[in-house]
């Protein structure tokens, strides 16, 4: 499934965002977890009233959105804003993971 579209956004060497669009959501109705490794987004919306449009182009589905995250990822915060869903990614390297320099004699 192609919903909802996404974005992974590079904010700098450590640091990344996915930015979700999810229009017609609330807060209440987001789900963010991570198990195991994966980053999880459920949206679940009630769509209980019967409403009449003429044409309607805003989806109204529940979805399940999964991404395996790197051991070295962490979600660092999340924010719903105009309608866009933003999680907050930072990679944290160990010291003894990052490249060195050796000094030749």
Known sequence: ????PYNIRKVDDE???IQI???????????????DGKLIVKGEQNCTSEREYLHKG???RNFTRTWTLADTVK???SELKDGVL?????????EDKKPQSIKIK
């Open 1 to 4: 499934s192609n919903f909802p």
């Open 15 to 17: 640091n990344y965002e």
């Open 21 to 35: 669009a999810l229009a017609g959501f609330s807060k209440s109705e987001l789900e963010i977890t991570v198990e």
């Open 58 to 60: 805003i989806a109204e």
């Open 75 to 77: 979600v660092s915060g």
């Open 86 to 94: 933003l999680i907050s990614l930072v990679n944290i390297i160990p």
